[in-house]
């Protein structure tokens, strides 16, 4: 399949990290083949990897030599403990560059904090992501550094997409100015969450939702299923007079979503959140880019966690639960753009297809034979 054909391709121009004068017996890129192939197998851990490398030798050989035969576990991780991340992330842009094309719509950026890198004293490491919510594709990702947050992460991990065109949406942690000028000067357009890390902007936006409740542009939309209610309306105002556009560049609307949520016939409390954007939405618009974006917490963070288990990957030292981070993300792109099976199936069955069929493996990762 091409786009397993093209990752192959471009892992082919990383770095092997590791020093000649230690000794390398096994082949840098077999080493790389071997852990991806493994992963997309539905293994998790290194040990996992290791093990399923072993007993799939024979079909391994079809495609590399392993003069010196499977590497140990101490070696595989020792790779992607030194392996540079940042490289491994230009190769993911460049790679996911190749199998999408004509990609529009809406980028939702988020952060997630994987928390088994956590144990054994050492700090969890957080990652922000870019993830194209129509296509349910991981575009990059950027690690927060230590003592920082998401606020320096997210500027670097835009800086290094292709934004042109796209609706960037962020939570209240992006919501900066500097944040907003960048997405502007890419061509692209922010809708930002406003919460109290921005005090004025906020009660600017509350007053003016009070003030000019016959400008106000609404929708309603009611949700019901699976014992729970959810009623919904989005509302929007110009932003002109409410918003200083030397602060917020090119703001067009402010918008404002009222929900209650009814769970075995308890109400919830009113609750109200606040946006902004450079694109002129209408009602009907923010609520359907307000629910895109949290695809990146269903379809990305959700899944991360409970189909590809990593929050209970104790990979932990320097700088592997990056690059493992990453090397998930690039199995999710795999299974999410292979039309060969059933729409419809989960992508822990896809996982699973992959991990019993030989040849279905070897189509989706493009390997071909020596």
Not at 13 to 36: A, Y
Not at 61 to 76: N, P, V
Not at 227 to 240: D, I, K, M, T, Y
Not at 290 to 318: F, G, P
Request: hydrophobic content about 40%; proline content about 3%.
């Amino acid at each position: 399949m091409k786009e397993g054909a093209a990752l192959i391709d471009v892992l082919a121009g990383l770095q092997d990290p590791r020093k000649p004068s230690n000794g390398t017996r096994h082949d840098f890129q077999e080493i790389l083949v071997m852990t991806i192939a493994a992963v997309l197998s539905d293994c998790d851990t290194m040990e996992d990897v290791v093990e399923w490398s072993r007993a799939h030798e024979s079909w391994l050989r079809r495609f590399m030599t392993l003069k010196h035969g499977i590497a140990s576990e101490d070696t595989f991780l020792r790779i992607f403990q030194q392996l540079d991340p940042k490289g491994f992330e230009a190769c993911f842009r460049r790679w996911v560059g190749r199998i999408v094309t004509g990609l529009s719509g809406t980028i939702a950026v988020d952060g997630k904090t994987v928390r088994g890198s956590g144990t054994g004293g050492e700090q969890a490491i957080h990652m922000v992501s870019a993830f194209a919510t129509e296509l349910g594709l991981a575009l990059g990702q950027e690690k927060v550094a230590s003592k920082s947050n998401e606020i320096t992460a997210i500027p670097e991990l835009l800086d290094a997409l292709y934004l042109k065109g796209f609706l960037v949406s962020i939570d209240a942690m992006g919501c900066q100015k500097a944040i907003a000028r960048q997405i502007v000067e890419k061509k692209a357009d922010y809708l930002l969450a406003v919460k109290g890390n921005q005090p004025g902007l906020l009660q600017a936006i509350q007053d003016a939702f009070a003030e000019q409740k016959d400008a106000i542009m609404h929708v309603a939309d009611l949700d019901a299923g699976h014992g729970r209610v959810v009623a919904q309306r989005c509302s929007v105002l110009p932003a002109a007079g409410i918003v200083p556009e030397s602060d917020w560049p090119a703001c067009a609307v402010i918008g404002r979503i009222d929900s209650l949520r009814q769970v075995k016939g308890k109400t919830s409390e009113l609750e109200q959140r606040y946006y902004i954007s450079s694109r002129h939405l209408t009602p009907t618009d923010l609520a359907m880019a307000v629910r895109s974006h949290w695809a990146i917490e269903n379809q990305l963070h959700w899944v991360l966690d409970v189909t590809m288990r990593e929050d209970a990957s104790t990979v932990r030292k320097d700088n592997a639960p990056e690059n493992l981070s990453l090397l998930k993300k690039m199995i999710l792109n795999i299974l999410r753009t292979d039309t060969s099976g059933r729409k419809k199936l989960s992508l822990r069955i896809r996982r699973k297809r992959a991990a019993w069929d030989d040849d279905l493996r070897a189509q989706l990762l493009g390997l071909n034979p020596l």
